[in-house]
């Protein structure tokens, strides 16, 4: 497929993501920036972009920004009633194709236009739903997402942004031949003038939430720190966990090898992951792990969980970086690139190389190919000829 912007062209139709947060939400993450990525690629094709999310302290309820309409209603739950009121009432003009982004909760946007619905999903939340919502909360959630969503958007075209995750679309029921994978792209990074830390030094960027698991890389420098004297963990992100992941660190760290950094700029971000001599990303679950790539850009390979799903394709385990099955395995990998220069290095320019594999001008391509054959009636899935990869 090409990937020029003359490729999938979408001149004058108009494009409504709804979305629980963006960007410029204080809790947006890799989920977000995918949005944002993707919106910016569709108005490059000629597309006329909305996209709705929920309102904050961070942004206006209603601006255009780089020719994106962006419109803010309501809170991190009452968004999803909002969104459905003003699609119900017409409240965005004339629709061509809604895209629902289905982060653990659809918008059911299906039910209220006969418009063409594309169904994004980044990841199934099974595992997150008894971590974030204990009790009743979590299982309702659950049986929206595994058992209302597939029938309400039985008919419509899904995006998922790995292969791991279009095999749990399909567990869930979702027909296969619905289902196209559109893989994340890396954007190249600032040049940063910051050289690899003396020290041996783990970052861990992304939002402070439970399913995250944060801890893990506290507890991996809890039990490194004797044996790599000087050993810095800096923590990067921010999120409602924050201050119990705080408290947790300084039961073990009594002489400040452990930083919280919070929100950073992105340059500063870069010049974290340069510095970096490995980043550990212990989370429950990622759709793709944006991290992942942006790290290995300043070769900075990462350590992860095989069973986060997307991670399976955005780290080639023993390449560009290590893929774990438990904690333990978590720690002796973290342990070994810290210890073995040589092996850090080996997998270092595996993860330069890793980043290069995946852009967002493909990601544009394809996304826009994505609508064009679900606005024509056509279903799209990975074996299309055209390669939406």
Request: hydrophobic letters at 40%.
């Amino acid at each position: 497929m090409a990937n020029s912007s003359s490729a999938h062209r979408l001149d004058g139709q108009h494009v409504v993501f709804f979305s629980w947060r963006d960007t410029t939400n204080p809790e947006g993450g890799g989920a977000e920036l995918y949005l944002d990525q993707i919106a910016h690629g569709l108005v490059e094709r000629g597309a006329r972009v909305t996209i709705f999310s929920a309102e904050h302290d961070a942004a206006p309820r209603d601006e255009v920004r780089d020719n994106i309409r962006y419109v803010r209603r309501g809170s991190k739950l009452s968004v999803y009633l909002r969104g459905m009121l003003s699609l119900a009432t017409r409240r965005f003009g004339h629709v061509d194709v809604v895209v629902d982004v289905q982060n653990g909760l659809p918008f059911l946007t299906r039910l209220f236009t006969r418009r063409t619905v594309v169904v994004l999903v980044h990841h199934v939340h099974r595992e997150q739903w008894p971590v974030v919502f204990p009790g009743r909360a979590g299982k309702v959630g659950w049986w929206i997402e595994k058992t209302l969503a597939p029938r309400v958007y039985r008919n419509c075209q899904y995006v998922a942004v790995s292969q791991a995750t279009r095999e749990e679309l399909i567990e869930l029921g979702v027909d296969a031949e619905r289902i196209a994978v559109v893989h994340n792209g890396t954007t190249p990074p600032p040049p940063v003038a910051v050289e690899r830390a003396a020290v041996p030094t783990i970052c861990s960027v992304g939002r402070l939430v439970p399913h995250k698991q944060v801890e893990h890389a506290i507890d991996a420098w809890a039990h490194l720190r004797t044996e790599l004297p000087g050993l810095r963990l800096v923590i990067v992100g921010d999120g409602w966990w924050s201050e119990e992941l705080q408290e947790y660190a300084a039961q073990f760290d009594r002489v400040g090898g452990i930083t919280f950094k919070g929100h950073v700029s992105e340059t500063r971000k870069q010049e974290i992951y340069a510095s970096s001599w490995v980043l550990a990303l212990p989370s429950l679950k990622e759709g793709w792990g944006l991290v992942i790539g942006e790290a290995g850009n300043h070769r900075t390979p990462c350590v992860a969980y095989s069973s986060a799903g997307g991670t399976r394709e955005s780290i080639a385990d023993g390449v560009s970086g290590v893929l774990v099955e438990n904690k333990a395995e978590f720690v002796e990998a973290l342990r070994r690139l810290l210890i073995d220069r040589a092996e850090l290095e080996r997998l270092a320019d595996g993860a330069l190389e890793m980043s290069r594999r995946f852009t967002w001008d493909h990601a544009h391509g394809s996304f826009a190919q994505v609508l064009t054959r679900a606005m024509a009636g056509e279903r799209l899935d990975k074996q299309d000829p055209d390669e939406v990869r």
